[in-house]
């Protein structure tokens, strides 16, 4: 069989809870960035809207390239998570 996450060079196992941090009081306990007020959901949003990472790392001059693919991973995990849940 072949491991389609070699194959296309995906790495699996993004360690994206260092990049990644929820704090009860920041932004609602919404997953954010390295701390900053930055949402993952905002992250995404931008980026299903058509602006490339260079447009959402110029609109947010703290972001760095990791921290896009640290929301990338964890919207992936997040949904792998949500489908491998047992079903009532």
Same mark, same amino acid.
């Given at each position: 069989?072949?491991? %389609?996450?070699? #194959?296309?060079?995906?790495?699996?196992?993004? &360690? @994206?809870?260092?990049?990644?941090?929820? =704090?009860?009081?920041?932004?609602?306990?919404?997953?954010?960035? %390295?701390?900053? #007020?930055?949402?993952?959901?905002?992250?995404? &949003? @931008?980026?299903?809207?058509?602006?490339? =990472?260079?447009?959402?790392?110029?609109?947010?001059?703290?972001?760095?390239?990791?921290?896009?693919?640290?929301?990338?991973?964890?919207?992936?995990?997040?949904?792998?998570?949500?489908?491998?849940?047992?079903?009532?």
């Amino acid at each position: 069989m072949i491991d %389609r996450n070699h #194959r296309w060079g995906i790495s699996s196992c993004m &360690d @994206y809870q260092r990049r990644i941090t929820i =704090e009860p009081g920041k932004r609602g306990g919404k997953p954010c960035i %390295r701390g900053f #007020r930055i949402t993952v959901y905002e992250v995404l &949003d @931008y980026l299903a809207s058509g602006m490339s =990472e260079a447009q959402v790392l110029a609109d947010f001059p703290g972001l760095e390239p990791e921290d896009i693919r640290a929301v990338l991973a964890f919207a992936a995990d997040r949904e792998r998570k949500l489908f491998d849940a047992p079903s009532p």
